[in-house]
């Protein structure tokens, strides 16, 4: 999905809530730090992501807690240069003015960033110090944010924004919704916002993945099992087996 930021249009993208559902009136407290404020990375050490309670961090599969630093096993940064190449010739095709700036939303370990940092100046922002921490190590030369992607606001637009399959993990409207309204908040005029989620109700497949990776001295492999339980609702379920060898050689299973 990409669209061109004029004035009011990416934030009426979706229709209105049906009667009685229940919009979000202003910024969402995040579960760490200062309720409605960002922190920068440095903020973060000190903070314990998974002692937290409520809709937040703690609700995040573990990958994105104290499995974070087995993600770039999991999920290698180099198997991502194609599709971020598509994806910077996509913002740069549609967008209406030039593209130096780019804000990503749930960013995750900076897979897509590692690649795309090449071009554009990358602010990157997600939920999870954990994961914030496995990107910088990665990315140190970007702009890295603890914020919420419902809710965050940071005062300031890009020339484009770009949201991955973390739109995966927003399970109702109203949280897509409060996602797309703040692409528009942080979208310039003439702008662009692209939202790639992994799958869409018209193409949708029940599947099953597998893959991992070496490192010098650990190695991880999943299995992923993408199934819908009814398909006449808008949620499926991925179940994920992680095979994880540490430098002991000793291999578990999470």
Known sequence: LITPQRSGQLA????????GAVRPSGPVPLEVGVPHEVLELG???GLESRAQTGRGLSDQPRMYGDLASWFHLITAPEEYAEEAERYRRLMLESAQRPVKAILELGSGGGNNASHLKEHFAMTLVDLSPDMLEVSWAL??????LVGD??????????????????LDYLITEDELRATVETAAAHCAPGGVALLVPDHVRETFRTRTDHGGNDGQDRAARYLEWTWDPDPGDTTYFVDYVYLLRDQDGIVRTE
Do not use: K
């Open 12 to 19: 009426h993208l979706l229709d209105e809530p049906p009667e």
């Open 43 to 45: 903020e973060m050490h």
């Open 139 to 144: 990315n140190p030369e970007c702009e890295h």
């Open 149 to 166: 992607m419902r809710s965050v606001r940071l005062g300031r637009t890009f020339d484009a924004v770009f949201l991955h399959d973390a």
